[in-house]
């Protein structure tokens, strides 16, 4: 049952709740804010692939990378628009403007293109697979692996190397007092909406291209799971959003395997009990430590 | 070079501060001093700008700076060293001090700036590469000092620097403070520990519950004022007794 064809599909789904959880994450840690909005960015990320992906001529990798800085784009764009007005008014607020963001975009694109699904169209390597040994292992799935391996080396790069990483580190820690060293509180404030952003883009390539389609509502299950991931890795540092990510993806393939026939349609149910336990018992998450609760006021 | 005019500040509808005037010229020390909530630490927010002011004027070399944010202040040169250090404790000591050059970073001099902080903090050097929060409570205060001082700011603020130490510990920071200002930087200290405060300083003010109860040299204040009423809070805690 454990064999390679399982190892490389977990570490494979691993990956893409990591990346999913880490752009959750990435602006809780500043903003104290669970934004409910993020999961609209992968959406609208697909809906960029829809649109680009209508005329043939264009490169299926300048489609992905529009479709990328689009949700990084949309994701700024609202925090300009709704989020930094709210910033320095109550938590509820924020959260209430998170939802409002969320359906707001939802209704746009119900409104300019369909309610209905639309089809993405995806380079052939997507449903392409591969045979090594006896294992069968869709290209996909190695190709996810290698962008969260590059995606996760980046990013570790720009939070330990560069200033505006050290910056952004320090805010989650302690906003008022990384100001007070001459940081602007919108630079690292928007500095994480595109980050988040562009992680949402990246991630709407693969969640995208399971299906092959994208409806308004396609984000939803991705906000789900990384909230889900996030609570159980520790929603208090990065490292404990990847590594939700990945216990996420390793939990729901054990389900998928063992659970017998007649109940596999219960596993969301499944992992629900285990986010309930791990509530119960291990609130702080896997991962803890990482930064205090200091809001931005 | 600071001047702080009626100054009103307050937390919602608790006023903190009832109209604190007071003036410091370049080169000197002064101190702010007080018991607990008497508004010293009100005021410093209002000047860094981290609480917005209700009424009232600060200018800093000539210019209005009441209502700026903090991370323009900083840029104009006024550098904060937080009440209870405030260091970024998942950071490294380089990192630390990267942010506190991060106002007025020029790649040329950052270096020698550095160095200069290894000879006021030789411990610093040691320590460079570990994260702040491993550090001893004095250590702290020590980095805390030097990341203020990477701005290469023209008034030093510091809060409480020598909460929370050892007697020899307070002592050491306490004559570094005395050293930075002979060296010609400009600085406001706020202290509970006004009997050791006094010691350094070429002038101070005295809060209670929010206004100035006194100004003047240590000499004159100790004359008027019973000090261990501010050092030790006394029975009441907000006022301390004035004998005129």
């Known amino acids: ?37 993020y999961g609209e960015y992968i959406m609208v990320a697909g809906y960029a692939m829809h649109v680009i992906g209508q005329n043939r001529g264009i490169p299926w990798y300048v489609t992905m990378a529009v479709a990328v800085l689009f949700a990084a784009v949309v ?20 959260l209430v403007t998170s939802f409002a963001v969320s359906v ?38 190695l190709v996810i692996i290698g962008t969260t391996i590059v995606l996760l080396i980046g990013l570790t ?8 990483g050290i910056a952004m580190r320090a805010a989650a820690d302690k906003f008022t007092t990384t100001r007070l060293m001459g940081v602007p509180a919108n630079l690292v404030i928007s500095a994480t909406f595109i980050i988040s952003g562009l992680l949402a883009g ?28 996030t609570v159980m890795g520790g929603m208090h540092s990065q490292i404990g959003a990847v590594i939700g990510g990945f216990v996420y993806g390793l939990l729901f393939n054990i389900l998928s395997i063992m659970l017998p026939a007649t109940m596999i349609s219960y596993r969301d149910a499944f992992m629900f009990v285990i986010v309930i336990l791990f509530l119960l ?17 | 070079m600071l001047k702080v005019q009626d100054l009103y500040a307050s937390y919602g509808a608790i006023t903190a501060l009832h109209g604190v005037s007071l003036e410091i010229a370049e080169g000197e020390i002064v101190a702010l001093l007080g018991v607990n909530g008497a508004g010293k630490s009100t005021t410093l927010k209002s000047i860094t700008g981290v609480l917005r002011p209700v009424k009232g004027s600060i200018t800093f070399l000539g210019e209005e700076i009441a209502n700026r944010s903090p991370e323009s202040t900083v840029k104009k040169g006024i550098s904060l060293v937080p009440e209870g250090r405030d260091i970024f404790g998942s950071l490294t000591v380089e990192e630390n001090l990267r942010l506190g050059a991060y106002a007025n970073y020029e790649r040329a001099r950052y270096k ?38 990477m701005s290469r700011p023209k008034l030093l603020m510091l809060d409480e620097p020598s909460l929370g130490l050892s007697p020899a510990m307070t002592d050491q920071i306490f004559d570094l403070i005395s050293g930075l200002h002979q060296r010609g930087t400009t600085i406001l200290l706020v202290e509970q520990n006004a009997e050791r405060a006094l010691e350094i300083v070429d ?10 109860e006194f100004s003047g040299t240590p000499d004159e204040l100790k004359r008027k004022v019973d000090i261990a009423s501010v050092y030790l809070g006394g029975d009441d805690n907000d006022h301390c007794e004035v004998h005129l």
């Open chain 1, 1 to 37: 049952m454990i064999d390679l064809e399982f190892i490389i599909n977990t570490v494979s789904l691993g990956s893409l709740y990591a990346l999913l959880s880490l752009g959750l994450v990435f602006v809780y840690g500043i903003l104290k804010l669970v934004n409910f909005a």
């Open chain 1, 75 to 94: 994701s700024y764009g609202t925090e300009l628009v709704a989020f930094r007005p709210v910033r320095t008014k109550s938590l509820t607020a924020m």
């Open chain 2, 112 to 149: 020698t700036d550095l160095e200069e902080m290894f000879q006021l903090f030789p411990i610093l050097k040691e320590r460079f590469h570990q994260a702040g929060g491993l550090l001893s409570g004095g250590e702290q205060q020590m980095l805390a000092i030097a990341r203020a001082l």
């Open chain 1, 202 to 229: 990246v991630v709407a390539i693969f969640w995208v291209g399971r299906s092959a389609s994208v409806d308004p509502l396609i984000g939803a299950a991705p906000l789900l799971i990384a909230f889900i991931a």
């Open chain 1, 157 to 164: 790069f720009v939070m330990k190397r560069t200033v505006l």
């Open chain 2, 203 to 212: 002038r101070a003010y005295l809060l209670a519950t929010g206004s100035l």
């Open chain 1, 281 to 297: 018992f291990r609130p702080e998450g896997i991962w803890r430590g990482g930064y205090t609760e200091e809001r931005v006021g």
């Open chain 1, 104 to 141: 707001f975009l939802q209704n746009v694109v119900l409104i300019t293109i369909s309610p209905r699904a639309r089809a993405v169209p995806l380079p052939a390597f997507f449903s392409q697979t591969l045979t090594l040994g006896t294992a069968t292992i869709p290209v996909r799935n």
